[in-house]
């Protein structure tokens, strides 16, 4: 079956402007999670989503968002672009569900590589 | 909170030799734990995960982690390192799912 699609895969934007990062989960899947990838700081986690409520939320500022579709769908956006936000953005989606969720195995895709000029 | 240490940024071995990553995590309550590799300009693809139970785990490609409470520690172990093994590997403890600085691994012809 087809895994987890992330578009785009590269892009370039310039700091102000704003960006939005898609991700199609593997079907089946009810739950999305974004991870900011850099050298410096390594795997960040930004947020989860889970029927499209978010369900965890990492530390990063508001600019940050996301949202999740009734199809779990997931879209994250980034708004006033810093030069520091420059990185390699996961998606990751999982089954999401029950009392033990936290044990599921989470399936990334190649991810949104975003360079902010 | 729960939190993963990953010690040594950059490993590197002899192809044939012992691999060993080290992983020490802290968690509040029963942990799950995952080791994931990276290759380059790729996602992460798991390795093996503890939940419950057993606590010797083994993995694809010949890797395995022994889980111990006492040490809090969960390192990755393969008996013989192969070219193909040189990649990036985070541990990481849920959920939600964080993640080590990661290990990366060079194997030496």
């Known amino acids: 079956k087809a895994g987890v699609t992330q578009t785009p895969r590269y892009l370039i934007k310039t700091r102000g402007q704003q960006v939005t990062l898609s991700c199609s989960p593997i079907?089946?899947?009810?739950?999305v999670s974004w991870y900011q990838q850099t050298p410096g700081q390594g795997l960040q986690f930004l947020f989860e989503?889970?029927?499209?409520?978010?369900?965890n939320k990492g530390n990063f500022p508001g600019r940050f968002s996301g949202r999740q579709f009734s199809n779990s769908r997931s879209e994250m956006n980034v708004s006033t672009l810093e030069l520091g936000d420059s990185a390699l953005y996961l998606c990751?989606?999982?089954?999401?569900?029950?009392?033990?969720?936290?044990?599921?195995?989470?399936?990334f895709g190649a991810g949104s590589r975003l360079t902010v000029l | 909170a729960q939190s993963v240490t990953q010690l040594g940024s950059h490993v590197s071995v002899s192809e044939g030799a012992l691999v060993l990553l080290r992983c020490n995590y802290s968690?509040?309550?029963?942990?799950?734990l995952f080791w994931y590799v990276q290759y380059p300009n790729q996602g992460l693809q798991l390795l093996l995960k503890?939940?419950?139970?057993?606590?010797l785990v083994k993995g694809i490609n010949g890797f395995e982690a022994e889980f111990k409470k006492s040490e809090t520690s969960f390192h990755l172990t393969k008996p013989s390192a192969h070219m193909s093994d040189a990649a990036e590997y985070f541990c990481?403890?849920?959920?939600?799912?964080?993640f080590g600085k990661g290990t990366r691994l060079s194997v030496i012809a």
């Open positions: 990751a989606s999982s089954l999401g569900a029950g009392p033990r969720s936290g044990a599921n195995v989470l399936t």
């Open positions: 079907s089946g899947h009810r739950s």
């Open positions: 989503y889970f029927s499209e409520t978010q369900r």
């Open positions: 968690s509040s309550v029963p942990p799950y």
């Open positions: 503890y939940t419950t139970g057993a606590t």
């Open positions: 990481a403890v849920s959920s939600p799912l964080v």
